[in-house]
């Protein structure tokens, strides 16, 4: 049995997609309703909805042999499990950004209001930049318009966000995209299954 964790949403949907047509059907997960555990013995597959966030947990104790996990998860949180493969989707960027009219004065700290505290202070060490990091869990956006931060370290897709909030990029820290990750023990134990059903989803990758 291959316990996989999906990320809850459409990209885990996609997923699942992909899983099913490495011959890992489970067709009751597309019924609606508030389940969040799906298991197809014959297949000999069981999926969780876990929050997007959180798959990276679950494969790195072994409560799911595999997952697909964003690379913002993994670079914050450096879980001790193996990336397998670059799904190329979910394809976003990791950036700092600020107010249109904002100068940075090089001489003062710099207020850096994050989700992803590790990243940010990863990033702007490596600048010798001193900062003041300022942990917020969503809506980081906010932060500079209120005058609580300079920047923000943030993931940015479509950049609607910035830009109805007159806010821009200001630099790129990374390239971020879902990856396919293993527990270290289950792919010791289960190397044939999980190499197949990598090799089988890195054929679909458009
Ligand atoms: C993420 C991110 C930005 C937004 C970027 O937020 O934190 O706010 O998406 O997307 P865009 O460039 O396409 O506008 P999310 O929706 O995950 O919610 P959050 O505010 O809880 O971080």
Redesign the pocket.
């Known amino acids: 049995m291959i316990n996989v964790a999906l990320p809850k949403g459409r990209l885990g949907e996609k997923v699942y997609s992909m899983f099913e047509e490495a011959g890992y059907e489970c067709s009751s997960i597309k019924e609606k309703g508030r389940k969040l555990i799906f298991e197809n013995e014959e297949a000999g597959v069981r999926y969780f909805w876990v929050k997007p966030s959180d798959v990276a947990i679950y494969v790195e104790r072994g409560a799911a042999d595999i997952g697909v996990a964003g690379k913002d998860i993994l670079l914050e949180y450096e879980p001790d499990i193996y990336e397998l493969l670059d799904m190329n989707m979910g394809k976003?960027r990791m950036c700092v950004a600020g107010m249109k009219s904002f100068r940075e004065d090089l001489n003062k700290t710099l207020k850096v209001a994050t989700?992803f505290v590790n990243i940010a202070k990863k990033y702007y060490a490596s600048k010798s930049r001193d900062i003041d990091i300022i942990k917020l869990?969503?809506?980081?956006?906010i932060a500079p318009i209120l005058n609580l931060s300079d920047v923000i370290v943030?993931?940015?897709?479509?950049?609607?966000?910035?830009?109805?909030n007159d806010l821009e990029v200001k630099e790129t820290i990374v390239d971020i995209s879902a990856r396919l990750i293993a527990n270290k023990s289950s792919f010791k134990f289960k190397t044939e299954e999980i190499e197949k059903i990598k090799e089988s989803l890195k054929s679909q990758i458009k």
Do not use: A, M, P, Q
Request: charged content about 35%; aromatic content about 0%.
């Open positions: 976003c989700k869990n969503g809506s980081i956006e943030d993931i940015v897709e479509t950049g609607s966000t910035l830009k109805e």
